[in-house]
């Protein structure tokens, strides 16, 4: 899950905030809690 995480922040820059927004969502809530 560290290697997504780390590739959403670096993309981050790149995309719209939107779809890394839709992105740390999903893996929110894809991790246990």
């Not at 719209?16 to 999903?26: E, I």
Request: hydrophobic share 40%; no cysteine.
């Amino acid at each position: 899950k560290t290697n997504v995480v780390a590739d959403a922040l670096s993309r981050k820059e790149r995309e719209p905030p939107l779809r890394v927004r839709a992105l740390v969502m999903t893996i929110g809530l894809d991790l246990p809690r």
